[in-house]
Structure formats: C-alpha cells, structure tokens
C-alpha cells in the first residue's frame, strides 16, 4: 500500500451514491509568512479539564468541571476601530427578498466600494457581494472588520472566483460581536480567507457569546492565532458549521494554550459540524486540525492529512504545568458540558492519513463524560503516529485513535472501518480505549505498531481498558513491543466473534520468550474466529487468543483499497470463507464486506472488510446483507442477491445476475461491454420482459428517465446509475438497481432476459 497522501478519496455514503472530496488549490500564490497579530480579544475564564496520567494505562483526570459559560465582550477588541472614512454609497446590484445585495466594487481597505464600508452599511439580513472584476485579486486589510451584535450577514465571494481577503500576517480578519440578548449569525461563502494573525484566538474569524458561523467552500490558508483556532474561535454557545472547506497551514501554538487548536476552536455546548472539508498541514498544542470542547461534534466525508501537535507546556505560571500534545488531528474534551444531558462525537466516510500527535491519539484524542458517546463509521486511519511526550510525559498511546473517560461513558461504536500502518511508541498502535464500553464491527486492523519495548508496549491493533465485542473483523500483520501484537486487554470483558487473528507479532521487550503474539490473554471466544499461526510456546504464559480457536491460515491478501476502505481480500478456497455459515458472520457490512460465500449461499465469510475472490469459474453467491463478490481471471457468475453488494468480475466473460428490482443497488466496479453481461430474471422483475433473449432496444433508454411507455431499463451515462421501470411512463417509480464504474458506454445488448 502506498503511503503517499491520498488528497482525494471516494467514499461510498449510506445512500450508496459517492462524494469525491476535491482538495481545491488556489492558482494564485498565498504567503507563507505568518507575524504575531496585534489584536487582543478579551480572554473567558479558563475551564480546561486537567488530564493526568496514572501508570501504563493513562488515566486522565479533569481536575476542574467546565465552568459556567461568561458571556465575553461584545465591545469591539482596543484598537480595532480605524479613523473614519469619507463615503460614498455602495452599489446595489438587486434586490432580492428578505436582503438588500450590497457589491463590493474594489480591494481597498476602506472607502467607498469596499468591503469595510459594506460592513458597516449593512443592515442585520443583508447579503454582501463582489464585482466580478475583482476575481483572482486580493483584499489586503489593515486592521480587522468588525460586524456589530444583531447584525446578521451573508458574505459571498461567488460572483468573484479565487478572490481572497488577506491580514497580511498583521490582523485578524473577521470579528463578530454577539450576546446573549442579540445572538449573531456569519455566513461567508466562496472566498480565500488567509494570512490572518492575532495575538489571541481565531486568525481568520473570532465570536464572542453565542455567536454563530458557517462557512461554505471557503479557503483558510496559513492563519495564525497564538491562544488557539488558527483559522477559527467560536466563544461560548455559539455554533459552528463548515462545509466543502478548506484548511491548510493554519497554525495556533505560540501561546501554549490548552485550546490551541490549529484550524479551529470551538467552545460549546453546542454543535461543531464538518462536512465534505480538508485539513492539511495545520498545527496546533492539543489538536493540529480541531479543538472542540463541550460540544457535540459531527464530521463528514471529510479529510485530515498532515497534522500535527506540539508539545507544550501550559498554565507555566502554576507549581505543576501540565505539558500536553494531544490529538494530532482532532482533541475533544467532552460532548456536553459536565451537567448537560449528554452529546455526541459522530465521524464518518472521513479519512486521517499522516498525522502526529504527542502524548495521545495519533489522529484523534477523544476525552468523553459519562453522558457522551462516540461512533466511527466508514472511516479510515492510515500511517497517524502519536510520539512521547519530553521529560517524562505520556509515553505514546493510541497511534490511530483514544477513546476515553473517568467514568463509564455511553459507549463507542467503530463500524465498517480500517485501521492500517499507525504507529504508537507507547501503547495502542490503532486504538487506545478506556471506560468505553465498545462495539467493534467489521473493521480490519492492519500493520499497526505499539512500538515501545518496555512493559508498556502493549496492543499492536488496540489496547482496550473497558468491556468490548469485536465481530466481523480483522486483525492482521500488527506489533506490540512487549505483549498482545493483536490485542492488549486488562480484566474487562473483551468477547471475540467471526473474526481473524493473522501473523500478528510481539517481541516481549528484550527477553524474546516468543510468547503472547496475537493477544496478551486468551479473550471470550463467541464463536466461529480463526488464527494463524497458532502460539509458538509451551510456557504458561504463552495463550491463543481464545481458548477454542480455529487455527488455520486464511491466506489473506495483501492490503488494498476498495471503495474508500483499506481490507484483505480472501480467496473463496480460505477457511475463512466457511466459518461463519452458522452464526451471523454477515451483519451490517463495510464495502467490500465480510459477508460473502460460496457457490450455495451457505458458507458465510468471516473477518472484517474482506472480498470473496473466485479461485475457479463457479458461481459466487452473495447473501441478504451487503457482500463483497470477486471474480478470478475465468468466466464468473456472480449474484448478489439482497443489500447492496460490491461486484467484480476480474479479466473473463462475466455475469451479474439480478433476480429482482428489490434486492438492493449493486455497485459493479469493472463492467465490459466487450465481454460482460448483466442477467435479469423476467419471473422477477415483470414488467413483459421476454424471458431468454437479449433486452429489446425499445426497452433500453440513456438518461434520467423514461421516455415512453416501452421503456424498461434506464442508463444514466452520467453517473453510471441503471434503473428499472415496470411501466415506461406510467403511474409507476423506476427503481435504481445498480451502479457501473467507469461510466461505460452501456447498451441494451449488454442486458440479456433469463427466465
């Protein structure tokens, strides 16, 4: 597998249709430089929570609970306002309902035209817009514009492409005053906003209380905020939404502050929503990318690469300075506050590829109360690291991810995802959990390293301090330094099913006893779990990973990506592709899926994220969940059946086989029209198809839908969607069946009618 930065990854979405999230790059050149910021915004009463390690397995202690939320000023910042500026009246460019369009016409600083007249000609609603002259140009400021408590605004770049509004590493940019009694909204949309700087927090864009912010296809390039969010601060019960964004180089670490964030700081209670975005290259002290404390937070379809966290010593004025590092994408420190009902941390179809963290959580460091839980669907965490802290700190946990609270929390859920090449140089080279009680279904955990050699060095996959059930999934080619190459587990409950152990690996530190390389104590077997190769010793110590275990080789394949996951394929002769007949192997299924079997259905496959790869030209048979079906290099058969499966015939003549409208939107990934055909069932899908005979051409349409009563089958080339519609025209809804990469140039003579 490469290990080169994946800036742009397909991620199959829970409605089976893709987002591509498109990293934008401006052509026009961004400097680079970032100055310390003059502008100092009044600092709210810290209410960190003190996280404090106890022995191996890094117990953190809030030492303080999250204080009231303290309205913060909504007085403009000392200094802020400039001389004032003779004026002349800003164009209209229309008048829309409910906002008065003001443009801007130049990139002045102020005067008539600009962008700070504007602002403060605008009236709470408005929308302010930019002459199309000034696309490719550069709005250089020289001190930050400031928007009045109640005066909600839309800010939208659209009319003027790649224009960008700089602080010229000497201001902030944006600062929005709010309160309790005038809550205040932004909306800034399809602009750069770069080289903003402060002193303070929020480079880009700052609020006070309550006051809220969305961003839309928004540039923040090499912003820099001393306290924390590089890019963005959002103060007490404001709320935060990003959406089809970029950040990149965005940094917050001058100030050693707790809250250091790199790209963004939110302060809740309330929601941190992230979607269809990328994170590239920021730096912050607890969290490169984002530092979210006290609020829900959702991420989606959303890309973090490259960054990383320093270690810092904050609070230095205190007799113990608590030295952190946290999070190398994403720090939270609790969901809700500490007598809030409860929240959330919810990430998916997201990807965190080379980022670093120190301390805690190569990725992510997740810190939960007992009212929070956390999921993880569809994501993948490839090549994160997280490195000890200097002079004594945490030595390194949780290379991928940490999941943890002081108090049992609601749970954990990770489904459907890859954990592949992370690095710890403690323990927990994937995961570290603690007080999580954990769900763990179809996930591969592959050459992930706990790379300490000390006693410490535990769980090469995951190192697990609470009750879990791992099912479905895989565990492969993984290293602890001392014990548990697989997994590492204390005395909490920790259940096994239809999963696959496969040359993990422990070196036991220096002693080199060759014992306890899968696990470091014979987990709860609930069934149908295979491991290769069996334990090496007849010391006591020595254990398989459970004490029933199957051993046999599953002949796995190397690591590869398929459909925005990192899995291992299995070749249908595998054990594995037997073992779970009897037991559920197939649940809810990552693409491709575990859930795959053999030419009668009855032989389900076990292990997480796997492919059912022909070895033969037989039938491949999928089950009623979504499978992985994978042809060889003969003429292959393959039928999915029910849920959404991932078909590939391989080289051949192959053929899809669908025997119903109402089985499911197949994905096929490598259709030939030179050699291919799909096989409908008339019995199954009706709709006076003529049973052994190739579709007829007035049955067949390209487009979006049927053009007349005749038409069955329809092909949109646009997207590679195939519908099927029982009466043309009629009362009735086409349905869409499948999906065909690569767009290829589908005809009715593709589609052949079965009996």
């Known amino acids: 597998m490469s290990n080169n930065n994946r800036l742009s990854r397909s991620l199959s979405l829970e409605d089976n249709q893709e987002t591509t999230i498109l990293l934008k790059r401006r052509s026009d050149g961004i400097e680079s430089e970032k100055d310390t910021g003059t502008k100092v915004q009044q600092k709210p009463e810290n209410n960190s929570d003190v996280l404090t390690n106890s022995g191996n397995t890094s117990s953190s202690e809030p030492n303080n609970s999250a204080r009231d939320p303290k309205p913060a000023t909504s007085e403009t910042p000392a200094g802020e306002n400039s001389s004032p500026q003779e004026t002349q009246p800003i164009s209209v460019a229309s008048t829309e309902k409910g906002a008065n369009p003001l443009v801007v016409t130049n990139t002045n ?36 514009l400031s928007i009045p408590a109640g005066k909600n605004l839309i800010i939208d770049g659209q009319g003027a492409s790649n224009l960008t509004i700089s602080g010229n590493n000497q201001t902030r940019l944006f600062y929005l005053n709010s309160t309790a009694a005038t809550p205040t909204d932004l909306t800034i949309k399809n602009l750069t906003l770069a080289n903003g700087s402060t002193s303070d927090r929020g480079g880009a864009i700052s609020t006070t209380h309550q006051g809220s912010v969305t961003v839309e296809n928004v540039d923040f390039i090499n912003n820099n905020a001393n306290l924390g969010g590089g890019a963005i601060f959002i103060a007490y019960e404001g709320n935060l939404t990003v959406k089809g964004s970029r950040f990149e180089g965005n940094k917050a670490t001058a100030g050693n502050d707790e809250r250091g964030a790199g790209a963004i700081a939110f302060w809740g209670p309330n929601n941190l929503t992230v979607t269809d975005s990328a994170f590239i290259g920021n730096e912050g002290i607890n969290g490169g ?68 963290g120190r301390g805690e959580g190569g990725a992510a460091y997740l810190y939960t109360g007992g009212q929070d839980r956390v999921s993880i669907t569809r994501s993948v965490f490839e090549n994160n690291q997280v490195l000890a802290l200097p002079n004594g700190g945490n030595g390194g946990n949780g290379g991928g991810v940490v999941v943890m609270s002081n108090e049992v929390n609601r749970g954990l859920t990770i489904t459907d995802s890859s954990f592949a090449g992370n690095k710890a140089a403690g323990q927990g080279g994937g995961l570290w959990m603690m007080n999580s009680p954990t769900q763990i279904n179809n996930v591969t955990f592959s050459g992930n390293r706990a790379e300490s050699l000390e006693k410490s060095g535990n769980g090469g996959a995951m190192a697990l301090y609470g009750k879990t059930d791992i099912v ?10 001392w014990v548990g190459g697989g997994v590492s587990a204390d005395n909490s ?42 334990k090496q010793t007849k010391n006591f110590n020595d254990t398989n990973a459970t004490a029933n275990i199957t051993i046999a080789d599953p002949k796995l394949g190397p690591l590869q990506e398929s459909n925005g996951l990192l899995v291992h394929s299995v070749p249908s002769d595998s054990p594995a592709a037997g073992l779970g007949a009897s037991s559920g192997a197939s649940t809810a299924s990552a693409t491709p899926a575990p859930s795959s079997t053999d030419g009668d259905g009855s032989n389900a496959t076990i292990g997480g994220n796997e492919s059912t790869i022909a070895s033969n030209s037989d039938p491949l048979q999928g089950t009623a969940n979504n499978d992985s079906l994978s042809g060889g290099a003969d003429n292959d058969i393959l039928v999915g059946g029910m849920g959404s499966d991932t078909l590939t015939g391989g080289a051949g003549a192959d053929r899809f086989v669908f025997q119903s409208a109402k089985e499911g939107i197949d994905r096929i990934t490598d259709f030939s029209t030179a050699d291919d055909t799909i096989l409908i069932s008339a019995a199954g899908f009706g709709g006076g198809l003529t049973a052994d005979a190739t579709l007829a051409a ?11 009563a005749d038409d069955r089958f329809i092909y949109n080339n646009a997207d590679g969607s195939l519908f099927f ?19 290829p140039s589908l005809t009715n003579t593709d589609i052949t009618v079965t009996s």
């Open 109 to 144: 600083d102020s005067g008539a035209g600009s962008l700070r007249e504007a602002l403060e000609n605008a009236k709470s609603g408005d929308t302010i817009r930019f002459a199309a002259e000034l696309a490719n140009k550069t709005i250089t400021l020289n001190s930050e």
């Open 289 to 356: 990318a984002i530092n979210s404390l006290n609020g829900n937070m959702t991420i989606q379809n959303s890309q973090f690469v490259n960054n990383k966290t320093t270690a810092a010593s904050y609070d230095s004025g205190n007799p113990n300075p608590f030295l952190r590092g946290y999070g190398g994408a994403i720090f939270a420190d609790r969901a809700s506050a500490r007598d809030g009902a409860g929240g959330a941390i919810e990430i998916s179809n997201s990807t965190f590829e080379n980022n670093q």
């Open 472 to 481: 479905n999934s895989t565990i492969a080619y993984n290293y602890a330094g």
């Open 493 to 534: 409950p920790v259940s096994v099913k239809n999963t696959i152990f496969y040359k993990n690996t422990a070196s036991n530190g220096t002693e080199g006893w060759g014992i306890q390389q899968h696990t470091n104590r014979a987990l709860t077997d609930n069934g149908n779990n295979i491991q290769y190769p069996p």
């Open 698 to 708: 007035s049955q067949f349409t390209v487009g979006t839908a049927a053009t007349d």
């Open 725 to 743: 519609d029982s009466d043309g025209t009629g009362s009735s809804a086409e349905v869409q069946i499948a999906t065909l990469n690569g767009l």
